[in-house]
Every structure is written in C-alpha cells, then in structure tokens.
C-alpha cells in the first residue's frame, strides 16, 4: 500500500515525465558505455566481437593445422598424430570444432569426432588433440581443422597511449583551446551588447535587425562558408595579412554563432523587469553602466548556458577549422589531429573510440562547472520578450 500510496501523490503525469527522462538517460548512456569499454578493447577482440562481450571473453572462428602424417606413432592397430592446435598460436579456449569452413561447430570439444575414412579426431578445450586412423596416414600436409576458440577478456590503454603520445597532439590540444576559446567570448560579448540594444534601446531600423537577425539563424552554415571565406580572402589582401588565421576562424565562428545567441539573449533581457531599467534610467544611468551594473549580473545564467553550446561546437568543430584555418601539422586542431590518425580507411574502432573521450574531457569540465546554470538559461528563453 505504501508504494501505491507514493504513486498516487506523486501524480500519473509526473510519473510519466520521470520515466521519459530516465529512458533518454539510459538510450544516451548505453552508446556511451559501449564507446568507453571499445577503446580500451584490444583490435582484434573489437572486428571480432560486440561490445557487450568484453566482460566475458570473445568468441571468433580460427584455423588450425594439425602434425604432419610424418610425425605419426603406431599405438596398437591405429596411427596416431598427437599435438596442440595452438602451437605457435596465441591460445584461448576451444568451444567447438569442425573439418569444414562452413562448419566450425560441428563437433564437441573433449570427444572423439568420427570424421569417416576410419579417422577419429579428439580436440580438448586446452588446444590439445588426438588425430588416428586405422591406417597409414598418407604423406603430405597435415590436416586443416576450424576452431571456435574463445579468448578470455583482454583490456588495454595501448589505444590511449598511441593517440596521446602521437606526433603533433599536444600541439593541436593548445591549438583547439586558443581557438575555442576566444570563439566563445567573442561572440557573447557582442551578442550581449546587441540583445541589450534590439531589447530596450529605441532606434530606426531595430524591427528591420531584429528580422535579419531570425533570418539569419535557418541559413545553413555550408551555405554561407565561401562567402565568408572570399569576404576574409580579400580582406587579407587588403591590409597585407593572411586571412587563414587564428582572428579569421574567431571571426568565422562568431559570425555563424552570433544570430543565434543574439536572438536567445534578446529574449532573456527583454523578459526582465522594466522597473529595473527604468528607474535606473531616472537615477542618470547610461545605457553603459545599465549594461554593465544590471543587465550583466541578472543575464549570468542565458550568458553561461551559450557558452556551453558555443564552446561545445567549436571544440568539436572539424570543417570550419580546415577551411578558416588550414590544414598544416601546426594548424590541426584537436579533431583534425585525430583524424588523420584514423588512415585513409578510417576503420581503426580502437584510436576512434580512445580519441572520442580524449576530445570530451575538456567539454566535460566545461558542462560540469556551469551544469548548475544550464537549464536557469534555457527556460529564460522562453520568457515573452518586449
């Protein structure tokens, strides 16, 4: 009765809305598991098996031959080759065995296989067998037998160890940061003075920016990357300097961040009481100080939750840095470091996956030390602006 009783105070939709979130929860961290125990899998154990098999050992099909027809004993009327399937091998556990490819398990480990032609064959767990024969074995190769062999649970930090001490990583790390970084200020610094104009400044044209600034958000980034690009080009020119640099890829971000952040800050200091700007205004504020000394301090939280979505994207951004910034060993930044490391193929799961949770460790900090802010931010945005 207590649990039914718990239940009905808190509410069916409450309930519900718990649930949902606990399902996206799990529906987000069971990828995420299966990422972290891969890269710290062997490469073999990962083309070989699931994820969810690390824990219990991998199961693959091996080859295997046996001795050679020369090295046959006589034991009584048989012919007797004895050995280990494993040897010169890297060993395991022998779950099944066959004489056929298309067959790997036919027969049971630790019982003689009648494999016809008078011959039996008995295959232990441990790699050893006994092949006879009522006859003569005949000269040649030694007989080719298939193994399901499983290997017990292997784990490693050789994948981390070859992404990070890789050449030109910690050179890339410091190059993701001084992009990044600056990335992210430079665009909520000007955002926040824009929303504070478009939100309680009155001037001619504000209706006209405020629609360029919602038009602006739905244009594709890929859209808008060689107009930018030809634009930075010709400004290089001009004063003499290389546009593919560190100030073009901060001005390339802020550009296709800005409208966004423009619009999500609007919405918030729109939403704050006039009272506070108004009587600010009476005591001879400037719009300056009023920016500065009010709309600062109570727009912290929409200012941190941008932040964690602007620094997000460009830590994590790969084609803006190859077009804004180049492609040289002492341009790369982070994700492109670690994806040259991945080949041409880009079928190395263990670098993938080591350098996936490289890449997160700084984004993690970021998340977790304004977390707390995070959903204060996203809720302001829902408050009707003026």
């Known amino acids: 009765m207590s649990a039914v009783a718990s239940l009905r105070r ?9 649930l949902s979130v606990l399902v996206i929860c799990i529906i987000w961290l069971i990828p ?17 098996s699931g994820w969810w098999t690390a824990f219990t050992g991998a199961a693959e099909t091996s080859a295997a031959r046996l001795g050679e027809p020369s090295t046959a004993k006589q034991d009584g009327a048989n012919y007797v080759i004895s050995g280990s399937v494993f040897e010169g091998g890297k060993g395991g556990t022998v779950r099944a065995f066959g004489t056929r490819v298309a067959a790997p398990t036919e027969f049971t480990v630790g019982q003689a296989a ?12 441990d790699g050893s067998y006994t092949y006879s024969k009522n006859a003569p074995f005949e000269s040649g190769r030694g007989k080719r037998v298939y193994l399901s062999v499983a290997t017990p649970p292997s784990f490693t930090t050789e994948n981390y160890r070859t992404v990070l001490t890789s050449q030109g990583i910690g050179q890339s790390f410091v190059n993701s940061l001084t992009v990044a970084v600056p990335a992210t200020i430079i665009p909520i610094l000007i955002a926040a003075f824009a929303a504070y104009a478009l939100s309680w400044m009155e001037f001619p044209g504000r209706a006209l920016i405020i629609a360029m600034v919602v038009g602006l958000i739905v244009v594709p980034l890929q859209m808008s990357l060689i107009p930018l690009l030809k634009m930075y080009n010709e400004i290089g020119n001009f004063f003499g300097v290389p546009s593919r640099s560190y100030a073009g ?47 600062l301090p109570l727009s912290f939280p929409a200012l941190a939750s941008f932040s964690i979505f602007q620094f997000l994207w460009t830590w994590n951004d790969l084609l803006v840095a190859m ?21 041409s193929m880009g079928g190395k799961w263990e670098i993938l996956t080591a350098s996936a949770f490289i ?28």
Do not use: C
Request: net charge neutral.
């Open 249 to 295: 890829i901060w001005l390339a971000h802020s550009a296709f961040g800005m409208p966004l952040a423009i619009y999500l800050l609007r919405n918030y200091i729109a939403g704050l009481p006039r009272e506070i700007i108004e009587s600010a205004r009476v005591d001879g504020a400037s719009d300056f100080e009023i920016f500065v000394k009010i709309i």
């Open 359 to 386: 890449t997160i460790v700084v984004p993690i900090i970021v998340f977790f030390a304004l977390q707390r802010y995070l959903v204060r931010g996203l809720l302001a945005g829902s408050v009707k602006g003026g």
């Open 323 to 343: 077009v804004f910034l180049g492609t040289g060993k002492d341009q790369l930044v982070l994700t492109g470091a670690l994806n040259a490391l991945l080949g």
């Open 32 to 48: 995420t598991l299966g990422i972290l125990v891969t890269s710290f899998r062997d490469a073999g154990q990962i083309s070989a």
């Open 114 to 125: 009648d494999i016809g032609d008078g011959e039996t064959l008995t295959i232990n767990e």
């Open 10 to 18: 808190i509410g069916l939709p409450r309930l519900v809305v718990h």
